[in-house]
């Protein structure tokens, strides 16, 4: 079965993030440039299995919004860590467990996967990939 994720994030990471959503074929992800476009949707359908939010969107904190769907549903939050992000807002989020999954910028696309993955309870193949096995001569 799909399971459908919303991702709101700044454009420099889009494609990104897109990418590394390819390789888990199960997750039908749905994209949006800021916060209010995701609470419009939250009015209508809250089956999702998760949020791709990034702390800072067009240099405004989506923190506020993260307590605001947080009250209203018990969805799992990915947040990733923009470097304009206090320390202490990060901190008191994950004490709070306003979020699920933090991901620090710079990040790759195998830990986008990684927590996609947990946020939806995707089980991952654990096999090495066939050039794990190569030895370079």
Partial sequence: MKKKILVCVQRDIKNTISWALKDLSVVIPQYFDHT?????????DTNFCGIIIDSQIDGESTI??????????NIKILLIISAETPKQEIVKLIQDKMVDNVILRPFNANQIVDGVAKLC?????????????????
Avoid at 36 to 44: A, M, P, R
Wanted: hydrophobic letters at 30%.
């Fill in 121 to 137: 309870g995707i089980q991952r193949a654990t096999e090495k990939p066939w050039y794990m096995y190569t030895k370079p001569e």
């Fill in 64 to 73: 506020p919004f993260l307590k605001t769907i947080r009250d209203k549903s």
């Fill in 36 to 44: 209010y476009q995701i609470e419009k949707l939250f009015e209508s």
